[in-house]
């Protein structure tokens, strides 16, 4: 028996040294969703695909639902090498990389194709490339759809129907001068934390797109949602840059691939499950507000963008690439 042992730990740590020459890395990946939501279905694709276009020498074990912690955390962890992998929404990767920032100026992007066409031109390239210097080389871009207002007393219909209202943003400057400057009180909060805030009435309001409003529940207790859609943010597979600058040709190429096939199947679900979610709230008694004039809207965001290009002079030209991309 002890011989068996002895041989079995023999054998275990033969395979150890094995697995560590054979194996480029074992990588552990963030995500903030539940279960079934399109971003939860394609990481979880990431990481097949990647062991089989690495002929398994990446693994990639996923933690979903935030586990991990915050975003603002994982967005930290990720870029120190705490964790390898994250789906991060570029909202909170704003404040750490000025270049990704451009994209959650309030109504930056026409629509979500245009969102795809800038990220797949010029403009994307250089918001790459600013998020690889600060450590987070994204990989694919995911599609979040269009956040709108939504809150538990009211159908808004102009900046006036904000006025004093304590809405929950993400971490980041330039979604409280956005709530400011309709006249709100911005509130900047974890994800997870949204839930309790808005059925004990800590925040009047939140904004989001039509499957995190679902997912999340937040339907049940604020159930009045305006069609604003005053930010469209793309988000990323982001990879810490020094795993990824480690890796042979090969394998860089592996990942990328693995991470656009992830890209083009969770673009594909989010789709679909938008007009779910939609239906799956609207049936829950949610009163949907289109919102007839979005244009004082965007008009109040002047002060947002002045504010923006004060702090980044040199990224004006960026900005006006955007507006000029068709
Ligand atoms: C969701 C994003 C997620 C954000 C969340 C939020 O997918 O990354 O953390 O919104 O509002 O739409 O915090």
């Given at each position: 028996m002890f011989e068996n042992i002895t041989k079995s730990l023999i054998g275990a740590a033969a395979l150890a040294v094995i697995g560590v020459t054979a194996h480029a890395a074992d990588w552990r990946g963030w995500n903030i969703h539940v279960d079934g939501y399109p971003n939860t279905v394609a990481m979880d694709k990431f990481a097949e695909l990647l062991a089989d276009k690495t002929g398994g020498e990446i693994t990639l074990q996923m933690f979903h639902g935030g586990t991990l912690g915050s975003q603002p955390d994982a967005v930290e962890q990720v870029r120190a090498g705490a964790l390898e992998i994250g789906n991060f929404n570029l909202g909170p990767i704003g404040p750490i990389v000025a270049e990704a920032?451009?994209?959650?100026?309030?109504?930056?992007?026409?629509d979500v194709p245009h969102m795809f066409r800038v990220l797949d031109s010029e403009g994307g390239a250089a918001i790459a490339a600013g998020m690889a210097a600060k450590g987070l080389t994204p990989l694919a871009w995911y599609d979040a759809g269009a956040r709108s207002f939504y809150n538990g007393e009211k159908a808004i219909n102009t900046p006036a129907d904000v006025q004093g209202m304590k809405v929950r943003v993400m971490n980041n400057d330039l979604f409280t001068g956005m709530i400011a400057q309709l006249g709100g009180n911005p509130s900047p909060m974890a994800f997870a934390e949204v839930y309790q805030a808005l059925k004990t009435g800590v925040v009047d309001g939140a904004e989001n797109n039509w499957p995190s409003y679902e997912s999340t529940g937040h339907f049940e207790v604020a159930g009045f949602y305006s069609l604003s859609q005053h930010l469209i943010i793309p988000e990323c597979i982001c990879v810490n840059t020094d795993a990824f600058n480690a890796l042979s040709p090969e394998m860089q190429a592996a990942v990328s691939e693995a991470a656009q096939e992830s890209a083009l199947l969770q673009r594909e679900l989010w789709a679909a499950r938008e007009l779910a979610s939609r239906e799956a709230v609207e049936a829950g008694g949610v009163v949907v507000n289109e919102i007839a004039d979005k244009a004082p809207f965007q008009d109040a965001m002047g002060p947002v963008y002045e504010a923006y290009f004060e702090t980044n002079p040199d990224l004006r030209p960026l900005v006006e690439l955007i507006q000029a991309t068709e």
């Open positions: 920032n451009v994209v959650s100026l309030p109504f930056i992007f026409k």
